[in-house]
């Protein structure tokens, strides 16, 4: 059972940087980082998007279109820590953040939807 806490959200002018972290941890026998970790987010009124995805050794990335070029994803597998560098914020990207996971594998490829998620960190852009 893999367990997720987001932090780093808050609030940001247009432009702004801001940098999630992922801290995971597992109840059970397995090392968190054998789990792929992907980072959804949500905006009032909208639907769940994936957003970017990170493969148990890092070597495989996934973004979708919207944060392409402006987010990265990252992980530092001696920590058990997933980031997120967000650059050049909009407001659009306004939402609850939250990181999941799954021994999927690079499950915002197919659509899959991972097992295990975190409760959420807020992220606002706004002027």
């Known amino acids: 059972q893999l367990h997720l806490e987001e932090s780093g959200g808050g609030f940001v002018q247009p432009g702004g940087s801001l940098r999630l972290a992922c801290a995971t941890s597992?109840?059970?026998?397995?090392?968190?980082?054998?789990?792929?970790i992907g980072w959804f987010r949500q905006a009032p009124g909208k639907e769940r998007e994936g957003i970017s995805c990170v493969s148990n050794d890092g070597g495989d990335t996934y973004y979708s279109e919207s944060v392409k070029g402006r987010f990265f994803i990252s992980r530092d597998n001696t920590k058990n820590m997933v980031y997120l560098q967000m650059d050049n914020l909009q407001p659009d990207d306004t939402g609850v953040y939250y990181c999941?996971?799954?021994?999927?594998?690079?499950?915002?490829?197919?659509?899959?939807?991972?097992?295990?998620w975190g409760q959420g960190t807020q992220v606002t852009v706004s002027s």
């Open positions: 999941a996971g799954d021994l999927y594998g690079m499950f915002m490829k197919t659509g899959y939807l991972p097992e295990w």
């Open positions: 597992e109840v059970g026998t397995l090392s968190p980082a054998v789990y792929t």
